[in-house]
Structures are given as C-alpha cells and as structure tokens.
C-alpha cells in the first residue's frame, strides 16, 4: 500500500476549490456539516473562509469499535426537506469521498427521520443539499457535487492528511 501526504498547502488549496466551486454555481449553503472526523478540518476552514456557520455530524461506519459513535439526526433532515418551513441549503462535507458510505448512510437516515415515503426526499439530494470532499473517487455509490483531486480507487493508496500525523 503507498502512503500519499496530503499537506496543509494542498488542504488549503482545496478548500479554496471546494468554495469558488460553490460561488461559480451561485450556491450558498445555509450551514455545513462536517462528518466525524476526517471532515471536521475542512468543514471548519470552509466555515472560516465564507463565513458559512458549521455543525457537526458522527458517521464512523468503518472505525472499528467506533461505529457505535454513529448518530442519527432528525432536526437536519427536517431542515433539508423542509418539513415546517422551506427547506435549508445544506453542504456536507468529508475529507475523501473513497466508496460513498458515509454519504449513502446520512442519506438514508435522513429520509427515515422526516417522511420517509415522501416523493420530495428525490428532489432534496444534489439541489438543496449537497456533498463535498477534498478527494473523490469518480467510483463513489454517491456522487460528490463539489470537490478538489479525482483519484483513482483502483490502487490501494493511503491517504496522510496532516490533521492525522
């Protein structure tokens, strides 16, 4: 397995990509969501570059001994579909988007939490609330809308971030 150092010059930089990306599609979420732990970093440095508030969201499905840690939350899933007021521009973000998991995960516990059966959950994703990462793999099960480096899965690699060393 190869170990490839993503350092706080890349993070940034990424960031950066992540925010024009939003900007060129004139989207401004009401609030971002950084997913435990790896997207806690750039969740915070989105916040602090656009002014955009943060809030935090456990999804660990492949942490052993952690997945525990995994929460449901239903006053986000009521903000995304709009259940008593117009529903909330939402960004969710992780620092790699290597298989889709997390995404798949909140998306479904989400739909559960607020009207499951509702036909509206199909216009929620990808429009009102959106996903981002600082890498992404084009063979994610969930497309990431906004990210900085395509990578190629089909290697095993290793990502350092330098929230990790």
């Known amino acids: 397995m190869k170990t490839i150092t993503y350092d706080w010059n890349k993070t940034e930089r990424a960031i950066r990509d992540i925010a024009m990306s939003m900007y060129k599609d004139n989207w401004r979420p009401d609030y971002i969501v950084g997913i435990t732990r790896g997207g806690l970093v750039p969740a915070v440095m989105l916040s602090h570059m656009t002014g955009i508030p943060m809030h935090t969201l456990c999804v660990q499905l492949a942490t052993a001994g952690l997945d525990e840690n995994t929460e449901s939350n239903c006053w986000m899933s009521e903000d995304a579909f709009g259940y008593e007021k117009d529903p909330k521009d939402i960004l ?72 990790e060393l």
């Open 92 to 163: 969710i973000i992780d620092d790699i988007n290597r298989g889709g998991d997390a995404m798949e995960w909140i998306m479904k516990d989400w739909q559960a939490g607020c009207l499951p059966n509702a036909e509206r959950w199909n216009e929620v994703w990808h429009n009102n609330v959106r996903f981002a990462s600082l890498l992404s793999s084009p063979n994610s099960i969930v497309d990431t809308d906004y990210w900085s480096t395509e990578f190629s899965d089909e290697e095993e690699n290793w990502i350092e971030f330098p929230w």
